[in-house]
């Protein structure tokens, strides 16, 4: 599996200044990967220990730069999610 | 009651005097007898087929009024009627389940803690007096509930009925309720916020986590919600998810619902007739799921304070349906067996849940292994494991009907219909 669905990439190439959510899969203390994203003047949303993941906002030229960050494993859009009421 | 015209009822022709051109009215038509159950050959306009049953020449549609009056017309056709909603109260689902038959052995979920996260909860209900441990809010709303959603989950899980005299009491009412606010007050958020609020769960330590909520399918479990409740399930928790409301579609159910080792939950009636609502596996890598149905057909439970979401009863109680529904019924009944058999793992309970469940005759992907039961849960007898069946190829996703499967058996408790 690679870092990122080739739709995703896609979008972030066609938009370089829009602002996505998205999910950063990462290696090593998320804690300091927080500090670290949020250096590159990133917003980091959440802090998520169990997965191992980081909910950011950024533009799409800087979720293209994340992808060369040998500590991202994965990223992926924060998708809506919503009550299932009928 | 209005008067019968020809062959539609009484009812319906009330409605069809006030109904717009456009509209589409739930109807149930009887044909004549014998008739081979098949759908129209083309399709007609202003029509929807919907289920076509098979103890009686019954089908349930959606029709416009022209659509109606072309039905009428159809000399197979005897009668039309219009389909009314009925109301599966707390005080029928509950018992349809057989959680009374658990209480009587002194399990009634005391002690066990139950996360629901959700749209919040209104903590002056009182349902949950007492029984609210924690409460949190990754919205930025604000804990309470101003939606009515995750009030009405959690009273489905553990309320105590105390506002209707113990009448409209959940499936494990002396469980300890912890609420995350993870959806805003238009029950909406994201997974990030909903990931958040599992693993505040997971630092309260709770037993179980209920969630009414997710995506769009399809979904092949490998996205970081479902990743997240995978998580919590290997620290120790059961996690009981909503299967979703794109149903009768095939492939329709999204994450964290296709979690490989989460509950997933439809809906059925309590009559248990899968809801056309509830959404259909299999997942996009195709597994079955869901794992069980439960009642989540117009369920009257907790409303919150100033909340007008669904249909009201009274200052205390509403009716909503889907999915959303069923999963806290699903979360009680894990309640109740962990208080009884505390070392039961997530895997365990779920395969309690799974191998009991009874068998409605509907297929694997709308069904999973049937419609859950507490009693047949806690007392569901062990049986000699089966030889695994192999799964069916995975199939492409878009088709347009569901497709056949091969059902895979649990090992582990005989399935009984209930005493």
Redesign the interface.
Same mark, same amino acid.
């Given at each position: 599996?690679g870092k990122v669905d080739a739709k995703s990439q896609q979008t972030w190439q066609e938009n370089p200044e829009r602002t996505f959510?998205l999910?950063v899969?990462v290696v090593g203390d998320v804690e300091k990967r927080a500090a670290e994203l949020e250096r590159h003047g990133m917003k980091v949303?959440?802090r #998520?220990? #169990?997965?191992g993941?980081l909910?950011i906002r950024c533009k799409g030229k800087k979720a293209l730069e994340l992808l060369k960050l040998p500590w991202v494993k994965?990223i992926?859009p924060?998708?809506?999610?919503?009550? #299932?009421?009928? | 009651m209005g008067e019968r015209r020809g062959k539609l009822s009484g009812e319906l022709v009330r409605t069809l005097r006030q109904s717009k051109a456009d509209s589409f009215i739930p109807i149930i038509v009887r044909y004549r007898e014998p008739r081979r159950i098949m759908r129209h050959r083309e399709p007609m306009r202003g029509l929807r087929e919907g289920y076509h049953y098979r103890l009686r020449p019954f089908a349930h549609m959606h029709a416009t009024p022209e659509a109606i009056k072309r039905l009428e017309k159809d000399p197979e056709i005897l009668e039309i009627f219009e389909d009314k909603p009925v109301y599966a109260y707390l005080d029928t689902s509950v018992p349809h389940i057989q959680a009374p038959r658990v209480w009587a052995e002194g399990f009634t979920g005391e002690g066990v803690r139950i996360a629901i996260i959700?749209?919040g909860i209104d903590p002056d209900h009182p349902d949950f007096q007492g029984r609210i441990a924690e409460t949190t809010d990754f919205t930025g709303e604000g804990p309470v509930d101003h939606?009515g959603?995750?009030t009405h989950c959690a009273s489905t899980a553990a309320g105590s009925g105390a506002a209707s005299g113990g009448l409209y009491r959940g499936v494990a009412p002396g469980a300890t309720i912890y609420s995350a606010k993870v /959806?805003r007050s238009n029950? $909406?958020? @994201? @997974? +990030?916020?909903?990931?958040?609020g599992? $693993?505040w769960a997971?630092d309260r330590q709770v037993q179980v986590i209920s969630l009414? /909520?997710? %995506?769009?399918g399809p979904c092949d479990g &490998?996205?970081? =919600?479902c $990743? &997240?409740c995978e998580?919590?399930i290997e620290r120790g928790i059961t996690v009981c998810v909503?299967a979703?409301?794109d149903g009768p579609s095939a492939y329709t159910v999204g +994450?964290p619902g296709c979690a490989h080792n989460v509950i997933t939950v439809g809906a059925a009636n309590d009559t248990d007739h899968i809801a056309s609502?509830s959404s259909r596996g299999p997942t996009s890598d195709g597994r079955v799921k869901p794992d069980i149905v439960l009642p989540g057909v117009n369920i009257i439970a907790a409303r919150a304070k100033g909340t007008s =979401? %669904?249909k009201v009863i009274d200052d205390y109680y509403v009716a /909503? +349906?889907? *999915?959303? @529904?069923a *999963?806290p019924h699903a979360a009680g009944i894990c309640a109740l067996l962990l208080q009884a058999e505390p070392d039961l793992t997530p895997l365990e309970i779920k395969q309690r849940l799974m191998g009991t469940a009874i068998d409605l005759g509907e297929d694997p992907y709308s069904q999973g292994q049937g419609r859950a039961d507490a009693w047949l849960a806690r007392h569901g007898e062990p049986t000699p494991a089966p030889e695994p069946t192999p799964p069916a190829p995975s199939p492409s996703p878009g088709q347009g009907c569901l497709p056949v499967v091969v059902q895979v058996l649990l090992w582990g408790f005989k399935r009984k219909p209930p005493r």
């Open positions: 599996m959510d999910i899969r949303r959440r #998520l220990r #169990l997965s993941s909910g994965r992926e924060d998708r809506p999610v919503r009550a #299932l009421r009928r | 959700d749209t939606n959603h995750g /959806l029950g $909406e958020g @994201m @997974m +990030s916020d909903v990931a958040a599992i $693993e997971v009414s /909520l997710g %995506g769009q &490998t996205d970081f =919600l $990743e &997240t998580a919590a909503a979703g409301n +994450s609502f =979401l %669904g /909503l +349906s889907g *999915t959303s @529904m *999963t």
